[in-house]
């Protein structure tokens, strides 16, 4: 049956806000299967796009199984980039995912982890409100978890009042993890308690084909969901990952022996680019089988997937292309620099422009790099030589440090356009005093303690004992010395601007005036003046350093204005662009 005879518009919005007042949070949960890093992410995040498109309002869960209390203290290699809220919640990649997809900002009561469960619970233990008794995995870690979703399902995301339609939770991990198996009892305990109208189940779950026999397998799959059945869940619908569209006779065993109906069951397979993953959904009336799940056919409108469509099929056309020099510490796991990637690809598409990052590990620029390996040195620099700008993004710790200056001096010196964020802006410092001052010796404390001349030092209000949530996190406003500087110019010559930070060390406001003098203009500073926000070369075409992580809240259709600007300038178009803007055009 088509999506357009299923699901009526509704028909009055005058009682809407009162009439969500009334109704229940309905959830949907999305479980992985057979093996992690399926894309469950992509997939709640889509399914959340595509009942946004219904004229839905949606809400984002992550539920992470480790100890951790959160993102803050894990290595980048282990578990990618560390995603950074407004509210200064450092929390799993997968919640810039959805506030990507979503344009919704979360906070960071809505990434749960263990660790925040356990240390809630103890917590009551020590204040007595359990009353003496037995405290113990069920009832009371499955209660705090329950009521730990169903509070924060009601808090407004979108800017606008009053709770969500619908609460989209994600569930890290593999069904049948020790870890998670207090959550999966919680949201089984949920699912009966909330009722069968106001739950609705997908699993991801991987069908691989063999390369001998070339058949689909869905056994995977099948014991999967019969290990979910065993702990009392059962999927409403099944989203099947592989690498080519599911056969018919796959989908009819998968029916069979999942218990879940033809029509529930999905598929994901490869596509060009993840901004197909909702169109895919919508091509199979996914949205009609979660809202008849919840019942709320009556509330939605057939889905409006027009921009998304355009973004997908624009990116897929793109024939020219840009290529973009990213050096970093992380750059093994591309992963652990996953939002900045996402920032250049909105910026991209925003100029017609296909990015090619071309990753360096920033120590394979250091002339040690030269001695011992001196191949991947001599590509290095090779592939930092044909890119048309440059990128050092965030970081922690003194490995690859002299690269990373080195790629700032060589764009700095052959007019390349340099971003450099976070850690990337105080190297552009450090480099500018060594190689314009004079002062060999300049440096940050976080790389010697010692350093007779300190540019980048300590924040004094930083803990030196503990590691976790001690840093400058979240959003903060930053307000523009200079209103004709470029990056005042790319915020629409705003007075200011409020971006999201996460940093222990700054530049010492000691050295401003020497480097001023010497031609580096720090033409953003926080509210006291004294903590250096933004840093521009006036004689370069675009040398930019922002202390704040703009990466954060760019967004598809609506770039980041500094990723926008950088790839302008490594296009030719950045003149023009600005000549528009001061003209209001």
Known sequence: MAATTTIGRASVRGGEAAAREERRMKYV??????????????????????????????????????????????????????????????????????????????????????????????????????????????????????????????????????????????????????????????????????????????????????????????????????????????????????????????????????????????????????????????????????????????????????DWTRRAENFDNLTNSVRIALVGKYVGLTDSYLSVVKALLHACIACSMKPLIDWIAASDLEEDSAKLTPQAHAAAWETLKNASCVIVPGGFGDRGVRGMILAAKYARENNVPYLGICLGMQISVIEFARSVLGLDTANSTEFDAETPNAVVIFMPEGSRTHMGSTMRLGSRRTLFQTPDCITSNLYCNSEYVDERHRHRYEVNPDVIGILEEAGLKFVGRDETGRRMEILELPTHQFYVGVQFHPEFKSRPGRPSALFLGFILAATGQLKAYLSRQQNGN
């Open 29 to 306: 949960l999305v479980t992985g299967g057979v093996v992690s890093g399926l894309g469950k992410g992509v997939t709640a995040s889509s399914i959340g796009v595509v009942l946004k498109a219904c004229g839905l309002r949606v809400t984002s869960i992550k539920i992470d199984p480790y100890l951790n209390t959160d993102a803050g203290t894990m290595s980048p290699f282990e578990h990618g980039e560390v995603f950074v809220l407004d509210d200064g919640g450092e929390v799993d990649l997968d919640l810039g995912n959805y506030e990507r997809f979503l344009d919704i900002t979360l906070t960071k009561d809505n990434n749960i982890t263990t660790g925040k469960i356990y240390q809630s619970v103890l917590e009551k233990e020590r204040r007595g409100d359990y009353l003496g008794k037995t405290v113990q995995v069920v009832p009371h870690v499955t209660d705090a978890i329950k009521n730990w979703i169903q509070s924060v399902s009601t808090i407004p995301v979108d800017g606008k009042e009053g709770p969500a339609d619908v609460c989209v939770i994600e569930l890290g991990g593999t069904v049948g993890d020790i870890e998670s198996m207090p959550f999966i009892e919680a949201l089984r305990q949920l699912s009966f308690s909330v009722g069968p109208d106001n739950f609705c189940l997908i699993h991801v779950s991987l069908i691989p084909v063999l390369g001998v026999v070339g058949e689909q397998k869905t056994k995977p799959t099948q014991h999967s969901v019969r290990e979910l059945r065993a702990l009392g869940l059962t999927p409403h619908l099944l989203a099947c990952r592989s690498a080519q569209p599911l056969l018919e006779n796959t989908k009819e065993k998968l029916s069979q022996f999942c218990h879940v109906p033809i029509g529930n069951i999905l598929n994901i397979h490869d596509v060009p680019n993840i901004w197909h993953v909702p169109l895919l959904l919508r091509n199979q009336n996914a949205h009609i089988s979660v809202l008849n799940q919840l019942g709320l056919v009556s509330l939605a409108s057939p889905p409006n997937l027009q």
